[in-house]
């Protein structure tokens, strides 16, 4: 009994990890868990370096 | 090549008459005479910022290679390759 | 309805933007070009009415002059948007230079608002202006604001105005005949008399309203403290202290004693599960739980504290102003070896994560310079690194602040370094490319911003740990549980593993760097997927649960526990932290690197480059560190050196080749 509800919450972990990971690439995010991985935060002109990113 | 020695010599240079923003002295305001650039694009591109024939330029300050200028009562900084095309009295 | 906003860099449109319609902003890419466009809702409390009103984010551009290519995607930008009222927001301290785009919108023919932004720096000036002949002279409507403020600032009123005049039509105070605009259009000298007649009707108009006390050309506090900041030399040196600083606070004393408690935290979840499982659970699913999953992720998880509070000092920096500075500092490095003025953005967004940085690479025009910053960048020490880093210096080096400070410049040195190699090897000497800087003004760091960044941040760091971080931890464990006939590897035969068979032949290759066991080369691999790993998956083979000691406050270190399980040396500890921050990042950002540079070859070339870096390094490292500290070079010097001079001598040789490739152009820059 102890052994199924230790598995069950560890199917749990890992489905809800896999899931989540899933979810995440098919909106496009590139790396699930890093800071603004999902859009390039720098809308500079051609020729202006701007530093309020 | 005049250019890359004219940046190795350029501390001693700056007694002289400033031909270029380059070398000109912080703090003292210029008239600009000439965009001494064959690119059009950059020519074009200093247009837009202000900076032209007879407009007055003010060397605000140096910062590593960046220099800060005033122009319009609009300040930038530029890099050096922009600074040494504003050619200035 | 749809609003556009228009404006000159740095005259606060993107404030504006934010201030108008919150943080929901889509953004999605204009057609053709890959400059991104902001798209948002206006605020319901703004909106005067029924209707959702879209706010629409031009790119910033200087003028429109239809001559340069950029400059005419701004022209396009705005009619293929056709939106029905255009705000334009204009820096009230220099009328002169920003109303000279103001009557070129206003020869589009779409009613405009212009936003006298930046109000409250005429009061401080002195500056009075006569707004109410402004908007006769240039048939347009004018609303004071000031878009940084949160109260009192105008948008309500610039929001009616704009709503006001939808669907009427422009009138424009400087005609030109469209004959004249046509015949510009093909003719360079037409357009720039023009738009020098342009000037000189907004020089006149400006002339007639304003009256300004002080002159903007004196140097103010600002320019006096960037002398010394951003000083040529001196800029260097300054930046190794705040660096120092930085590591110093998060490692050596807040953060361990922030971390200490949060381990004991985990500690206890750690035991109060081992004794709920009690002896009823097989042993395999426990450990699985307990060391693989618990004790793993806690072990990255711990570093936690520590990280916070040195995203949040950084985030202090970037927020005063001062990282800017920095940038200005290095930049000169960065464009005496061929790489664009540009190059400095994708590595100061580096120090966040390496892919946002490789994908900032795209605004630099030239191929090479934006291919060789897109393999360069990962250098920079990103987030995922800062455990890594944190876990050696507090092991190894008793939370010395000088590693992780030295780590950041090696990051640049490598940079620069490699910057230097690869123009050689591609032969093609530097383009000279021109570039302006806006230096954001220096300004009290916002306690606020900085711990919004750090949450933001550290809600980024959990959900990696919750995921990739546990599922390879789950699976090293499984690794190293089992051998390849599936039975459970038995005590003192941890080598039979399916873990360690594939990881061993990777390990004979670093005996010369001074860490030959698999466990290390194990934990090197899994940091190719994510760098925490490296954490995690030490923690898991050595069967460490957290790296912390909660019961003294510090770091288990000064030769103590830690140090003493994985057997280094602290050269070769320093070796195998530099190996993994100076290889290839991880796979997303091989990927990032991929769609940057759309070339295999460079792709290959880039990973072959940062492999080879991180190899040379770390050989170097833990052989000079072997000698200096025991007067004898480290275990398998003569096969390392022979792989090293190997590589070095490619590198030599693609470089002479390279070289012959170059034909010396005369400079056409300068007549």
């Known amino acids: 009994m102890a052994n199924l509800i230790v598995f069950g919450i560890l199917v749990l972990l890992f489905g809800s990890a896999i899931v989540y990971i899933v979810k995440a690439k098919r909106k496009g995010v590139k790396c699930i868990g890093c800071p603004h991985s999902g859009k390039s935060q720098c809308s500079c002109d051609d020729q202006v370096v701007n530093f309020k990113l | 090549m005049v250019g890359l020695f004219a940046n190795g010599f350029g501390l001693k240079a700056r007694s002289e008459k400033p031909t270029s923003l380059e070398r000109a002295a912080i703090g003292e305001t210029y008239t600009i005479n000439a965009i001494k650039t064959t690119d059009d694009e950059m020519k074009h591109f200093l247009f837009t910022l202000g900076c032209f024939e007879g407009e007055h330029v003010t060397l605000v300050s140096v910062l590593s290679d960046l220099y800060v200028i005033s122009v319009k009562d609009a300040r930038y900084s530029i890099d050096r390759e922009l600074a040494s095309a504003i050619g200035i009295d | ?671």
């Open chain 3, 1 to 671: 309805m749809k609003i556009a906003l228009a404006g000159n860099p740095n005259s606060g449109k993107t404030t504006l933007f934010n201030a108008l319609t919150g943080s929901q902003e889509k953004v999605g890419n204009w057609a053709g070009v890959t400059i991104e466009k902001k798209i948002g809702t206006l605020k319901s409390k703004f909106n005067p009415t029924k209707e959702d009103i879209a706010i629409v984010d031009l790119p910033g551009a200087y003028s429109m002059s239809p001559f340069t290519s950029e400059e005419s995607i701004t022209r396009a930008f705005v009619i293929e948007e056709h939106p029905d009222v255009i705000i334009n927001i204009v820096d009230a301290t220099n009328l002169n230079r920003s109303l000279f785009f103001t009557t070129q919108l206003l020869d589009l023919g779409i009613p405009v608002v212009v936003a006298l932004n930046k109000t409250d720096l005429l009061t401080r000036d002195q500056t009075v202006l006569d707004v109410k002949s402004l908007k006769e002279r240039m048939k347009c409507a004018f609303v004071k604001t000031v878009a940084t403020k949160t109260q009192e600032n105008g948008l309500d009123l610039l929001i009616k105005e704009a709503v006001a005049i939808s669907g009427q039509k422009q009138e424009t105070p400087f005609q030109v005949p469209s004959e004249a605009l046509r015949a510009a259009q093909y003719d360079a000298k037409i357009a720039e008399t023009q738009d020098r007649a342009r000037y000189d009707f907004v020089k006149e108009v400006v002339r007639s309203v304003e009256k300004r006390q002080v002159e903007n050309r004196r140097e103010t506090i600002q320019d006096k403290v960037d002398r010394v900041v951003a000083h040529k030399w001196l800029g260097i040196p300054i930046f190794g202290v705040v660096m120092w600083l930085v590591f110093s606070v998060s490692q050596t004393y807040l953060g361990p004693f922030l971390a200490d408690t949060f381990v004991g935290w985990i500690d206890a979840f750690y035991s109060m599960v081992e004794n709920a499982m009690g002896d009823s659970v097989s042993p395999l699913l426990s450990s699985l739980l307990l060391d693989g999953v618990i004790g793993g992720v806690g072990a990255v998880v711990g570093f936690l504290p520590l990280i916070m509070v040195l995203f949040f000092m950084l985030a202090l920096l970037e927020d005063c102003g001062y990282m800017a500075r920095v940038a200005v500092v290095m930049d000169r490095f960065l464009k005496r070896v061929g790489l664009s003025g540009k190059s400095i953005i994708p590595m100061v967004i580096g120090t966040g994560c390496a892919i946002p940085g490789i994908m900032a690479t795209r605004t630099i025009k030239n191929e090479r310079q934006r291919r060789t910053t897109a393999m360069l960048t990962p250098f920079m020490p990103c987030g995922a690194k800062l455990p890594v880093i944190a876990l050696f210096s507090g092991a190894f080096f008793s939370d010395a602040a000088w590693v992780g400070t030295t780590m950041y410049f090696m990051g640049i040195a490598l940079i620069v370094f490699g910057a230097m190699i690869v123009v050689r090897i591609t032969g093609e000497k530097n383009k000279r490319t021109y570039f302006i800087m806006e230096l954001p003004e220096y300004r009290f760091p916002s306690i606020k911003r900085a711990a919004l960044s750090m949450l933001d941040r550290a809600k980024a760091f959990i959900i990696k740990a919750g995921t990739i971080i546990l599922l390879c931890n789950a699976l090293v464990q499984i690794m190293q549980t089992f051998n390849w006939q599936f039975q459970v590897v038995e005590e003192g035969m941890e080598s039979t593993s399916i873990l360690a068979s594939i990881a061993s032949p990777f390990a004979v290759l670093l005996i010369p760097l001074g860490f030959g066991a698999w466990q290390l080369a194990a934990a090197a691999i899994t940091g190719f997927i994510a760098k925490e790993n490296v954490v995690g998956t030490l923690a898991v083979v050595y069967g460490i649960t957290n790296f912390i000691d909660p019961d003294a406050l510090e770091l288990v270190g000064g030769g103590g526990s830690v140090a003493e399980i994985m057997g280094l040396t602290s050269a070769a500890a320093l070796a195998y932290l530099v190996f993994n921050l100076f290889t290839p990042p991880c796979f997303a950002a091989i990927g990032a690197m991929n769609a940057e540079m759309e070339n295999k070859k460079w792709l290959f070339g880039g990973i072959a480059f940062q492999l080879g870096t991180g190899y040379v390094t770390a050989f170097i490292v833990y052989q000079v560190g072997t000698l200096l500290t025991t007067g004898s070079v480290g275990t398998g010097f003569i096969p390392g050196i022979i792989v090293v001079g190997l590589m070095i001598a490619a590198v030599i040789t693609l470089m002479r080749r390279g070289d012959r490739m170059t034909v010396p152009k005369p400079e056409a820059h300068l007549a």
